[in-house]
């Protein structure tokens, strides 16, 4: 006890500390700049990774528009009057803004802080406009905000104002219409040939009529006015707004004219609503995940629909889009992880090697010193010294650079390659300052010497085994579990500690790989110099007979090996991604371009794609009717997925014409269904409800419902995934003709093709879609990280080949030299050389691309790459061949320049000179 507490500090020798600094600053600056270059990288990456990710949020929720708003209901208070009628109530919109008052303290401070001012909206029901031909529909509405409704100009007439003097005004429930006041903007107005003092005809579902009159013609001041999003009516027609066909007009009402509006419906048809729109900018990926809890509890705490009390009702998908948002974002995160996990497990095995060539060239000192007295904790805390200061110094140096380049710094990444830096230099220092001066001899025993070899073998399949458990357990775990959090956990945009394991499985499989061929190198060295005994030339067997004395080298060949496999890999997720993308695109439009006919134009359908396909550059054009969230029963259940009438012959022909996956089962289309009147149709489903079997009802107004018989697995068409396909021909025989409303167009020349077409459609482009997916916050970050990556695995292969080739440079040459004495010329020693040299560079250069390649096969799925790329399935594999190979060339590049660089460093070498230092 007395021992360990009287036990003296570590006596520093200075001078020794900064001797050996300035005798190996050229290594010392490698690995500094080593460590600099890779903390740049991993305090950069995760903060610039996740600024992509705040921006993919925001730009989620501004592509859901308003389905991403917060809406709440609630009821109106009852306006029974005493006689038995309905009581006109002239504070109504006093009323309505106490509801949003009430509603905005419900939100909460943080979900406030995230949400626009609130909008209430007042909406009537939909009128059917009595005259004309064509069907055309209208609604009254009435917008307030905190500062009132938006700001309007009467270029006619006068606001609305209220259809009676007297504040209190009871009707009977059966009287004649109540007239309310609305204005009409111009569009509307000159749609409808209105104008002021007008009625509107108009009759509600039941046929009953309607007193709407029209007091003004009003311009918008600003049209976009975030309120006018939740009437576009209120600007011009909307067509197609209350299903085919149809066209809906829509009147403004004034706080004056809101209670006539009550009146002029019947009580329970006048809706309220309070829309909070989000503020994408004020959005972040860490608040996501609270906002949509937020969300969740409102929607819980909601009351019912069919409660006739003013509770508050919640609604809004504003909790999935955050969700969806967070779980791309959470699978960029991790799949950027795997990346940064390869990086640093190389980074690591190379700091080992130039640590391993630094106590190399500091042997001969370390054991004079200690030879000299010098105690093995003493020179272990000197060297720790010097190595901690130049980590450290690298590593500020590093992140300083990182911090410049982006927004923040995450040191996290950084901390395993500031230790390996720190502590590799003195554990392999220390441990040659031991052997270099113990007096341990080498037993007589032969028996002794295989227990000595026994253990030394032991303890390295142990560590190999320990390699193999965790690769394997992690393997497993990523199979298993994936990479996305833990839905019960939430997301809270850290990698949490379940996911260490399966984030390394690949850095893990790169190094049983290298390990798997470290045990077989050697085997293949003797095998070849056995066959070189056998041979009559000495080349051969003094090259073969270096390569087996320096096969058993570990670092080496793991870094060479490593390194590879891991730049490889980075390559192919990179080439996948891309790739990916690119389908994900002809997924997403399902040809070169698509036009969605408008629903007042789809009658010009049939014409129109005859135009479109005599158009130069055209090769395909095929027409359907799309119907999304179409009403199809199974059994007692309603469905509603994506309905696809078409002619099944030429939407084949659309696939085979395009990267598309092919679907055989469309031809069973054509063919007489499996039951008396069923029409074939094939069926995909997310949920598995839809699925081969199954026996389907599409129904008809005022006709008995068609019967389906699924027959086989439908594609995905446009990126859906619940369809259902049916043959255009077989459902026209069935009695229901198909109405075209889109058409998919391929050529070079589509997109010139669908650019004027005269015809009211929204137009998709194929290579629009592309262009946006690459320039997608979280899909052009991971893409550049894994470019980066890879040009840095290799320059750190590349490093660690140049180490390694270093580091048995003196011995090498040593025996070389000799060599030459035994007649041997200059280009047979540099033979001699590259015999020594090549074959772990080789092995890497043919195996580290395969090994990536199987690495990529095994883990590339439950990367979850689809949530990036837009497809329904994971995508497949890209192995790009050409820039693995350009890795293998550069290695043996490198490799075939040593030779040379060496010979010309050692050409004043005397033989005198190293016969004694081989002495």
Not at 306 to 316: C, G, H, M, P, V
Not at 457 to 482: D, K
Not at 701 to 719: C, F, K, Q, Y
Request: aromatic letters at 4%; one cysteine or more.
């Amino acid at each position: 006890m007395n021992r360990w507490l009287t036990r003296r500090r570590p006596a520093l020798h200075w001078p020794s500390i900064r001797g050996r600094g300035r005798t190996d600053a050229g290594p010392l600056l490698l690995t500094a700049a080593v460590i600099a270059a890779v903390a740049l990288l991993a305090g950069a990456a995760p903060v610039l990774l996740r600024a992509a990710a705040d921006n993919a949020v925001q730009d989620t929720v501004r592509r859901a528009g308003t389905d991403s708003n917060v809406l709440v209901h609630a009821n109106w208070e009852r306006d029974d009057g005493p006689t038995g009628g309905r009581v006109r109530m002239p504070s109504l919109a006093e009323a309505l803004d106490t509801f949003r008052a009430r509603a905005t303290e419900a939100l909460g401070p943080d979900l406030d802080a995230a949400l626009l001012p609130p909008i209430a909206a007042v909406d009537g029901p939909i009128l059917n406009i009595t005259d004309g031909s064509v069907p055309r529909t209208f609604q009254f509405t009435y917008l307030a905000g905190d500062l009132g409704g938006p700001d309007v100009a009467w270029i006619a007439g006068s606001p609305p104002g209220p259809a009676v003097s007297d504040e209190y005004v009871e009707t009977p429930y059966d009287g004649p219409p109540w007239p309310v006041q609305v204005g009409l903007s111009e569009a509307d107005a000159a749609a409808l040939n209105l104008g002021p003092g007008d009625r509107i005809p108009v009759k509600d579902g039941h046929g009953r009529d309607r007193d709407v009159r029209i007091s003004g013609i009003y311009r918008p001041a600003d049209s976009a006015d975030p309120a006018w999003r939740l009437a576009p009516a209120l600007l011009r027609p909307v067509p197609g707004a209350d299903g085919v066909g149809t066209t809906r007009f829509a009147g403004l009402l004034s706080r004056e004219s809101l209670p006539d509006a009550r009146l002029a419906v019947d009580e329970d048809e006048l809706r309220r609503t309070v829309h909070f729109a989000p503020v994408p900018d004020a959005l972040t990926w860490d608040a996501t995940a609270a906002l949509a809890s937020q969300v969740v509890k409102l929607k819980a705490a909601s009351g019912s629909s069919i409660d006739r009390d003013q509770s508050l009702k919640w609604e809004s998908q504003l909790d999935t889009v955050l969700r969806d948002a967070s779980t791309r974002n959470s699978a960029a995160s991790a799949q950027a992880a795997v990346l940064l996990a390869g990086v640093l497990t190389a980074t690591v095995l190379v700091l080992l090697l130039a640590a391993y060539l630094l106590v190399g060239r500091r042997t001969p000192a370390l054991s004079a010193a200690r030879q000299r007295g010098a105690a093995l904790p003493d020179l272990g805390a000197e060297l720790i010294i010097e190595s901690t200061v130049v980590s450290l110094s690298a590593a500020a140096v590093g992140l300083a650079l990182a911090r410049a380049a982006a927004p923040g710094v995450s040191w996290t990444w950084a901390v395993p390659v500031v230790l390996a830096g720190a502590v590799a230099g003195p554990a392999f220092g220390t441990l040659a300052a031991a052997h270099g001066s113990r007096d341990r001899r080498q037993p007589a025993n032969q028996a002794a010497r295989r227990w000595i070899r026994a253990t030394g073998q032991l303890r390295r399949a142990v560590v190999e085994a320990a390699v193999l458990i965790a690769a394997v357990a992690a393997f497993v775990t990523l199979h298993q579990r994936g990479l996305l959090p833990v839905v019960s956990d939430g997301d809270t945009g850290e990698l949490s500690g379940d996911l260490i394991l399966p984030i390394s499985a690949v850095a893990l499989g790169a190094l049983v790989g290298a390990l798997v061929l470290l045990r077989l190198v050697p085997l293949g060295a003797r095998f070849a110099l056995r066959q070189a005994l056998r041979s009559r030339r000495p080349l051969a067997v003094f090259s073969a007979a270096q390569a087996a004395t320096t096969a058993g080298r570990a670092l080496p060949l793991l870094v060479l090996v490593s390194t590879t496999a891991l730049a490889s890999f980075a390559l192919i997720l990179g080439a996948t991604v891309t790739r990916g993308m690119a389908d994900g695109a002809w997924s997403a439009v399902g040809a070169d371009a698509r036009l969605d006919v408008g629903a007042d134009a789809d009658a010009a359908t049939p014409a129109l794609a005859e135009r479109i396909a005599a158009a130069p550059g055209v090769r395909q054009v095929v027409v359907a009717q799309v119907t999304d969230s179409a009403r199809v029963f199974s059994e007692s259940t309603l469905l509603t997925p994506r309905l696809v009438i078409v002619d099944t012959a030429a939407f084949q022909r659309l696939l085979a014409g395009t990267p598309l996956p092919d679907a055989p089962a469309l031809a069973r289309l054509t063919a007489p269904g499996p039951g008396a009147g069923d029409v074939p149709a094939l069926v995909r489903s997310s949920d598995g409800e839809l699925r081969t079997g199954t026996r389907l009802q599409l129904p008809r107004d005022d006709a008995p419902a068609i019967r389906l018989a699924a027959v086989g697995t439908a594609p995905s068409v446009d990126g859906a995934t619940d369809v259902v396909i049916v043959d255009a021909a077989a459902l026209a025989d069935a009695g229901l003709p198909a109405v075209p409303n889109t058409v998919w167009v391929t050529g070079p020349g589509a997109a010139r093709a669908v650019a004027n077409t005269g015809v009211a459609a929204d137009v998709l482009l194929r290579a629009d879609v592309l262009r946006a997916q690459r320039v997608a916050p979280l899909t052009a970050g991971l893409l550049r990280l894994a470019w980066t990556a890879a040009a840095v695995l290799l320059a750190l292969g590349l490093l660690g080949l140049t180490l390694a080739a270093a580091a048995g440079t003196s011995q090498r040459w040593q025996t070389l030299t000799r060599l030459r004495t035994l007649g041997l010329r200059p280009r047979d020693v540099r033979w001699v050389a590259a015999g020594e040299l090549l074959p772990p560079v080789v092995v890497a250069a043919v195996c580290g691309p395969l090994l990536g390649a199987l690495l990529a096969r095994l883990t590339l799925g439950p990367l979850d790459l689809r949530l990036l790329t837009g497809q329904a399935a994971d995508p497949t594999a890209v192995l790009p061949w050409w820039l693995l190979g350009l890795v293998s060339v550069a290695l043996l590049a490198v490799a075939t320049t040593v030779v040379p660089v060496e010979s010309a460093l050692r050409r004043r070498d005397r033989l005198s000179e190293v016969l004694r230092a081989g002495e």
